[in-house]
């Protein structure tokens, strides 16, 4: 009896471990996605392709990183360190596989408000005597680095906050336009803060509230003291670097491996200013001496982290919004998922353990994603691979860059944000869709170039939910009794054998940028419910429960009511006379919805459109070419796949 009561405790103790230990795993494959897709590699498919993105990405990490450590107005070496940890820690951690981690010039500019104020220049006369065993670099860097470093610090813990809260899931208040305004008007005044390198002038730090006109205005004050030399050199190396990549875009497709033209010209530039020694005959301001190698590690000064609190802020909201950008959009491309609260602690950590090594605040960039997509990279391998390059720049490379001209790194930067800058022609796309968000992407804009870029997240938010809940109130659904006749009209007019093919969702709410996700959603899992299932519906009572589905409120869809319609060829008509109003989220998801189910072999009609929204429709998903998807009634919908039914028909017997 003893022996079957200790027998029974050990199943029931072996039961109540079990799921323990599997819920850990699980757990750990999803905290890590590193485990997942790794086990996954494929060496002889992606090692190749992974190798020449590693090559190029460290180029663009090297430049980048002394680019956006000049930036962040701490030593050049300092980006260097900013372009390696925080690359390890996100491949470890993050899902977006074309996305890298790195200096980000929105960030760097923010960590330069706190660095500027509590390590002003003019405090370097009290501490440029005395040098640091850290590398040699004065006490003066060390302060500086000290500052962003506790900037990154806390942003990290912020972002890591924000994940344990489980926040990520609230990323869909950041609209596509307030996105785009809010990078666009940063990268604004990353061009702004770079016009003294640019033009060879000695300018103090001018920050704060409308900081970007103090700096026009103190530039047009002291035009005579611009530096040809340097301004014919900046305009130089712009015209090559644009010139060179946009062949390297137009002939991607013909030539195997681009033209690395940031590292071309960073070599070129230096070993001109040496061989003409342009610091001393010109004046040519350069980047300077670069130590070698990596300083053991040092915990951020926790006195200031209540000084930097604000720019902490903006650096997690700010680089988190532009990153998740970039892992969202590469995911759509390349057709995987990424977890929006995975990349809050992805980001976190990659500010948070990289402060400890003289880190600057990190995030992923638009420039370094487009190197990833343009030479074919599969997985975080290609940046794992980068790494080791960079380690060679850090090691051995890194003090032959001592005579690189400011003016040059600064064309750099600048060229680098051309992707943000060209979002203005976003604007003509936004007035074709929706005029209330080409407004909302106007006035974000211009608070974000008078302010910050943290004051024009915030803005756009507010205002973007403010419009909304003043339109929803006069949102309209249909009536029970036009859905009845609706259905009643359906059903007599054509015969059962089309009818079982065809599913008619209404849409009975506005479609804006708060359910345009859930609504894509639930519409993607009744379409593969129908895919999956085998089972043809005899019985005309099941048609009938198929034929209408009034589904969204809030974007939520009523499955209890759907059935499974034919394996064979499913139609999908969604009848829009309940859309009383919509966004641009809307609209470009009407228009992937379009795309998706074409995809997945299913005809998708929109009936009852205004003549607005096939307008922007149109505009946005260019839907003139393809056969007609606009129909003034259910009715004509149907009979329009009904004729394309017997027109198929024909044809196969005609093959036959």
């Keep these: 009896m003893t022996g079957a009561k200790r027998k029974k405790k050990s199943v029931l103790w072996s039961k109540m471990h079990m799921p323990h230990c599997e819920d850990f795993k699980q757990w750990c494959r999803r905290r890590l996605p590193i485990l997942e897709w790794a086990t996954h590699y494929n060496l002889k498919e992606n090692l190749l392709p992974d190798t020449v993105s590693g090559i190029m990405l460290a180029v663009q990490q090297v430049t980048q990183g002394l680019a956006f450590a000049v930036l962040s107005s701490v030593h050049p070496v300092f980006g260097l360190y900013g372009s390696l940890f925080p690359a390890i820690i996100y491949a470890i951690f993050g899902m977006g596989r074309h996305v890298a981690t790195g200096t980000f010039a929105l960030t760097s500019l923010i960590s330069a408000n706190a660095v500027e104020r509590l390590v002003p220049l003019n405090s370097q006369n009290l501490t440029t005597q005395s040098n640091t065993s850290v590398l040699g670099l004065s006490d003066f860097e060390m302060q500086r680095i000290g500052v962003a470093a506790a900037v990154s610090f806390l942003g990290g813990v912020i972002q890591v906050a924000m994940f344990v809260l489980q926040l990520g899931s609230a990323t869909f208040l950041l ?9 666009t008007g940063a990268a604004t005044h990353v061009v702004t803060s770079q016009v003294k390198y640019l033009l060879g002038m000695k300018m103090p730090y001018i920050s704060g509230p409308l900081g970007f006109f103090y700096i026009y205005a103190y530039v047009f004050e002291n035009i005579k003291s611009v530096r040809l030399e340097a301004l014919l050199l900046s305009l130089l190396s712009i015209v090559v670097l644009v010139l060179v990549k946009e062949l390297n875009e137009q002939f991607k497709r ?35 001496h670069i130590p070698k190698g990596i300083p053991p590690p040092r915990a951020p000064p926790m006195n200031i982290l209540s000084a930097v609190i604000t720019e902490a802020f903006g650096v997690a909201l700010v680089g988190y919004v532009a990153s998740l950008a970039l892992a969202q959009g590469s995911a759509k491309k390349f057709k995987y998922s990424v977890d929006d609260n995975q990349e809050l602690l992805a980001h976190g950590l990659s500010n948070v353990i990289p402060s400890f090594f003289f880190c600057i605040p990190s995030a992923a960039a638009m420039g370094r994603t487009a190197v990833l997509y343009s030479t074919g990279a599969k997985t975080q391998v290609a940046c794992l691979i980068s790494c080791i390059f960079i380690l060679i720049v850090i090691y051995a490379i890194g003090p032959l860059l001592y005579w690189l001209p400011m003016c040059v790194l600064a064309s750099i930067i600048v060229v680098g944000l051309k992707g943000m800058l060209i979002q203005f022609r976003d604007l003509k796309k936004y007035w074709n869709v929706d005029k209330i968000d080409w407004g909302i992407w106007v006035s974000t804009y211009i608070f974000t170039i008078c302010f910050a870029a943290n004051v024009g997240l915030l803005f756009g938010v507010v205002c973007t939910i403010a419009i909304v809940i003043g339109r929803f109130p006069r949102a309209k659904t249909l009536s029970i009794k036009n859905m009845k006749e609706m259905e009643f009209k359906v059903k007599t007019e054509m015969d059962d054998e089309t009818l079982q093919q065809v599913k008619i969702i209404s849409i009975n709410n506005p479609l804006v940028f708060l359910n345009v996700k859930k609504f894509h959603t639930d519409l993607m899992n009744i379409i593969q419910k129908e895919n999956a299932s085998n089972q043809p519906l005899d019985e005309i009572s099941k048609c009938e429960q198929n034929t209408l589905l009034n589904s969204l409120s809030n974007g939520i869809c009523n499955e209890e009511t759907t059935q499974p319609c034919l394996n064979q060829k499913c139609s999908l008509i969604l009848d829009c006379s309940g859309l009383t109003f919509y966004d641009y989220s809307g609209v470009s998801m009407l228009v992937e919805v379009s795309t998706d189910c074409k995809n997945k072999s299913v005809d998708v009609s929109l009936v009852h459109c205004t003549a607005s929204l096939i307008k922007a429709m149109k505009y946005w998903g260019n839907l003139d070419s393809e056969k007609p998807i606009f129909f003034e009634s259910v009715s004509a919908a149907i009979s329009n796949i009904h004729l394309n039914k017997n027109l198929s028909k024909l044809s196969d017997h005609s093959e036959i």
């Design 175 to 183: 609209t596509e336009p307030v996105i785009s305004a809010m990078t």
């Design 254 to 288: 013909k030539i195997k491996v681009v033209l690395p033209i940031d590292l071309v010209l960073i070599i070129a530039a230096s070993f001109t200013c040496y061989c003409t020694n342009m610091e001393n005959t010109y004046g040519l301001e350069v980047v300077g």
